[in-house]
C-alpha cells in the first residue's frame, strides 16, 4: 500500500512562493498520475496540476504560468513550486497518486498541507 507525505505548506504574503513536496513511499507501478489538487472548506476538491509517468503535465487555468510540478528521476516524490501567489490560493493542497495495475485502478491521498496566502 502506497502512503504519502506532504510538506511544505505554510503561511504567506501575496506575491510570496512555496514549493509543497510529497514523498511516496512503497512502489508506484508505471501506469500512473502524480498530482495535486486543493480544497476550500465547502467547495469540491479540484486538480490544481498533475504529471504523469513519462512527463506530460496539466494545469488548472487559474494557475497557468504561475505554479509548477515536476517529480524526481525515481519518480517518487512529487513538488508544487507556487509562485505569485494570490489570497485565491488559500487551500488545502492535496498530494494524489492514481495507479492502474491489471485489473484494478487505485488511487492515493496525502494527509492534506495547507496553504494561507495573506498580508
Known amino acids: 500500500q502506497l502512503q504519502l507525505e506532504e510538506s511544505g505548506g505554510g503561511l504567506v504574503q501575496p506575491g510570496g512562493s512555496l514549493r509543497l513536496s510529497c514523498a511516496a513511499s512503497g512502489r508506484i507501478f508505471s501506469n500512473n498520475v502524480m498530482g495535486w489538487y486543493r480544497q476550500v472548506p465547502g467547495k469540491q476538491r479540484d486538480l490544481v496540476a498533475e504529471i504523469t509517468r513519462a512527463g506530460g503535465t496539466n494545469y488548472a487555468d487559474s494557475v497557468k504560468g504561475r505554479f509548477s510540478i515536476s517529480k524526481d528521476n525515481a519518480g517518487n516524490t512529487v513538488y508544487l513550486q507556487m509562485n505569485s501567489l494570490k489570497p485565491e490560493d488559500t487551500a488545502v493542497y492535496f498530494c494524489?497518486?492514481?495507479?492502474?495495475?491489471?485489473?484494478?485502478?487505485?488511487?492515493?491521498w496525502g494527509q492534506g498541507t495547507q496553504v494561507t496566502v495573506s498580508s
Open positions: 494524489n497518486v492514481k495507479m492502474g495495475s491489471s485489473s484494478l485502478l487505485h488511487n492515493y
